[in-house]
Structures are given as structure tokens and as C-alpha cells.
């Protein structure tokens, strides 16, 4: 349960960096691809991200069943990977179906580590404690993790930031390669067995 928690928090700070940065993102393309829709709609393109989320919400039931927790984890982890590593590569131009990909990888990089981490909260912890271990869950997401997402990033990106212009490409692939880290150490430290009796049908 301790090192749950404790890549519940890296894995907060990866959403904080999507949430801060992604908007500007798209914004600092301006001069390049003025009249591009990307650039011109940014909150539509974001918007997509917002309808995968909902949508992979209804396929969490048959991948927890069919797979387990651990392994829908994981998925969550390398899909926050392919998140940042299509930013990296797209653009509003010739890029843009990257773009929307990444927008797309989003729901399934969200939603299968928070609603499966909070399933194995629920199955794991005893009745009189269960409300209280959802609330670290949340804390160590949405409250330590995007505490020190936002910090480190912001320094990552000032770190590739020359003369006001960001190098965003390898800023992304930064990012990517954190969650990368991320995927290969979770599978040998989080050691939990799937059994299907326990998992949503």
C-alpha cells in the first residue's frame, strides 16, 4: 500500500504537468500556425481530452475484469508516455492528428490509474480506515503530487527556455521519459495479485 501511494504521487504530478502546460502549449504555436484550428481553438482541442475521459470510463469495467489492477495500472503509466511523447512530436500543422491522439491517450492515462487506484484502495483497506485511505489517495495525487509536479516541471521548462522561446519538443520528452521511469520500476516494486472474484464485472 506504501509504494501505491507513493506512485500515486508521481503520477499526480505527471497530470498537474499536462493541466499547466498544456494550454500553453498550443498557445506559444501562434506564430508559426496562426490559422490553424489548434492554435485558434485551443479549449476545443483540449475539450477532447475531457470526451476520452468519459469515454474510457465505461471501458475500465472490462479491462479491470479482464486484466487486473495491475496491469490496467500499468497501461495508465506507458499511456501517460505516448501523452507526452505525441506532444512532443505534434504540432497544429502536419502534426495535428498527433496532437489529437495525445488528447485521445489522455482518458485512458487518467482514468485507469485514479479508478483503478481508488478500486484497490477500496479492496485493500478495512471498513474503519477505507474513508480515510481514499482521502491520502486523493491527497497524494491531487495534493503532493501536484504540488511537486508543478514545481519540477516549472523548473524543467525554464530549464529549456531560451530567450523566452521554450524548446517544448524536448520538454515533452522529458516528461516522457519521467513516466517512462515511472512504467518500468512499477511492475517490480508494486507486487499485487489480480484476482478476478475481486475486480468490477
Known amino acids: 500500500m506504501a509504494v501505491f501511494f507513493i506512485f500515486a504521487m508521481l503520477l499526480g504530478a505527471a497530470l498537474q504537468i499536462t493541466n499547466t502546460f498544456g494550454g500553453s502549449f498550443l498557445q506559444d504555436f501562434g506564430s508559426t500556425y496562426a490559422n490553424s484550428f489548434a492554435v485558434a481553438h485551443p479549449g476545443l482541442l483540449m ?8 469515454l474510457f470510463i465505461l471501458s475500465i469495467p472490462f479491462f479491470l475484469h479482464r486484466f487486473g489492477i495491475k496491469k490496467v495500472m500499468i497501461i495508465s503509466i506507458f499511456a501517460w508516455v505516448l501523452r507526452f511523447g505525441l506532444f512532443g512530436l505534434g504540432n497544429p500543422g502536419g502534426g495535428l492528428i498527433l496532437l489529437v491522439l495525445s488528447m485521445i491517450i489522455y ?20 471498513p474503519g480506515i477505507r474513508a480515510s ?32 522561446v521554450k524548446n517544448w519538443p524536448v ?22 495479485k489480480h484476482e478476478r472474484k475481486l475486480v468490477l464485472k
Do not use: C, H
Not at 490509474?113 to 477500496?122: D, T
Not at 491527497?139 to 530567450?163: E, P, Q, R, Y
Open 47 to 54: 475539450s477532447v481530452s475531457q470526451i476520452s475521459e468519459t
Open 107 to 126: 482518458g485512458m492515462a487518467f482514468d485507469f490509474f485514479n479508478i483503478s487506484g481508488s478500486l484497490f484502495v477500496e479492496m485493500e483497506t478495512e
Open 133 to 164: 485511505a481514499q482521502g491520502l489517495f486523493m491527497i497524494m495525487t491531487n495534493g503532493l503530487g501536484a504540488f511537486f509536479g508543478g514545481v519540477i516541471s516549472g523548473k524543467v521548462v525554464d530549464l529549456f527556455t531560451v530567450n523566452g
Open 171 to 192: 520538454i515533452w520528452f522529458v516528461f516522457a521519459g519521467y513516466a517512462l521511469i515511472l512504467g518500468i520500476v512499477f511492475p517490480f516494486v508494486f507486487r499485487y
